[in-house]
């Protein structure tokens, strides 16, 4: 899904295949050392400016500090399209130091598409502070093949405005879905308008949101074999029911119904939707591509939550590259992306150029060392209110993170399907949609194999 990173994700396709690892051996340069080209993921769109000179100015830096080293970078925006993702990789024409979302780890792996960086881990110079879960997803059979780059759980996203307006106290949000209900029926008392709970319904975001509450209430969408439906459960009974009722019973949930990313987004960041599941970059572009007011949102823990969705990314190297270009691609990987205070993690310079600092949208190296330094530092530079999101970070910890789903976008557009019915038909019939949705995936799941 769209992330920021997205139900977020930076990952840069089509590429032509020059620079991706030629196989051909480096020629020395006229200083000395070897004369290396490595193409990179992602660099920032031309509609970002400042994000991108930055971007540019790292890799200038990047290239004095070791000679003979070219970055090219991909200019292409969006990084992540999933139509176009799977033909791009079977082609061969990836980045010699490209971005895989976690719901493709498997599938780039299995298919030998990532090279295998064991041996090369120790360019990493805080490996072992990054979080020990996000190193599991990208290792197969005791092999490395990624650096994990991205990590992120799922809360509940609110307006702390209309929390206010509606006799709330927004520092004390809902821990159970009972109090969701009560909070977002308050909201919608507000006026016509207002929206006491926004949800999706479609374009596949219904049956992500729909993972993301399962996961919550500690159910499953898969078995454990990943060979059967596991959503026809109590768990997803209740997920469903819940909606059903905030919106036929309560009428907290306006009439519209929500497709896409970007629907929900806009709704929230017009300041009438008081309540929305998302991880905390939901905040950042809520503020900064859809005009909310920087103060009016938080994030809280997700309620009565035994697992949070979990998310993100980890940086791959072609395993058509030579081992002169490993190894300056993981060099890139280590400065850009993994240094306290440089690249991603200079948020003085992300403060200084009018970026939103301070939302904990990445938590990749947890509470390591590493991970301190990096909240430290993020909430020394903050531009944003801190404590808005305490909540969210004093729970993180606590909430075991689950994975998405295997072959999750396809299973997503099938949950789709009972998310709109009871958002959209009062008389819908839970245990029918479940059925059917159920015997839609364990037919998509025999077909896979």
């Not at 200083?31 to 769109?45: F, S």
Request: charged share 20%; proline share 6%.
């Amino acid at each position: 899904m769209q992330r920021s990173t997205g139900l977020l994700l930076a990952t840069v396709i089509g590429l032509v295949a020059t620079g991706c690892g030629s196989g051909e051996p480096a020629t020395p340069s006229a200083g000395g050392a070897k004369a290396v080209t490595i193409t990179v993921a992602c660099q920032p769109a031309r509609t970002a400016p400042k994000e991108r000179q930055a971007w540019d100015d790292d890799v200038a830096t990047f290239m004095k500090a070791h000679p003979g080293v070219t970055v090219k970078s991909t200019d292409q925006q969006p990084c992540f399209d999933p139509k176009t993702f799977g033909p791009k990789l079977a082609g061969g024409q990836m980045e010699t130091v490209f971005v895989v979302p976690v719901t493709n780890y498997n599938d780039v792996i299995g298919q030998g598409q990532a090279l295998d960086i064991t041996q090369y881990t120790s360019s990493i110079k805080n490996w072992n502070d990054l979080r020990a879960d996000a190193r599991e997803l990208v290792t197969k059979d005791g092999k490395v093949y990624g650096v994990p780059n991205v990590l992120y759980g799922v809360g509940l996203v609110y307006n702390r405005a209309l929390f206010t307006q509606a006799g709330l106290d927004p520092n004390n949000p809902p821990k159970t879905w009972a109090e969701v209900r009560e909070a977002a029926k308050k909201i919608a008392g507000l006026g016509s308008d207002y929206v006491g709970y926004g949800e999706y319904s479609g374009g596949n975001t219904g049956g992500w949101h729909f993972t993301q509450a399962i996961y919550g209430r500690g159910g499953e969408v898969l078995s454990a074999d990943n060979k059967t439906a596991a959503f026809n459960s109590p768990e997803g009974k209740a997920v469903l029911q819940t909606l059903h009722d905030m919106r036929w019973v309560d009428n907290s949930m306006g009439n519209k119904l929500l497709i896409g990313w970007e629907s929900l987004m806009v709704a929230m960041g017009g300041g009438k939707v008081g309540m929305m599941l998302g991880a905390p970059d939901v905040v950042t572009d809520v503020v900064t591509k859809f005009k909310g007011k920087t103060a009016d949102y938080g994030i809280t823990a997700l309620p009565e939550a035994k697992a949070s969705l979990s998310g993100g990314e980890a940086y791959m190297i072609n395993p058509k590259a030579t081992p002169d270009e490993v190894k300056a691609g993981m060099e890139w990987i280590d400065f850009r992306f993994n240094t306290v205070g440089k690249g991603r993690f200079d948020f003085a310079r992300g403060k200084a150029i009018g970026n939103p600092v301070g939302v904990p949208d990445n938590a990749v190296y947890g509470d390591s060392p590493t991970g301190k330094a990096i909240q430290a530092d993020r909430v020394k530079n903050a531009s944003l209110p801190v404590e808005n999101y305490q909540s969210y970070v004093d729970s993180a910890a606590s909430i075991a993170p689950k994975a998405e789903p295997m072959h999750a976008q396809e299973i997503y557009a099938v949950l789709d399907v009972p998310m709109s019915a009871v958002l959209s038909r009062k008389d819908a019939n839970i245990d029918d949609l479940l059925k059917d949705a159920e015997t839609k995936v364990n037919n998509l799941l025999a077909a896979k194999g």
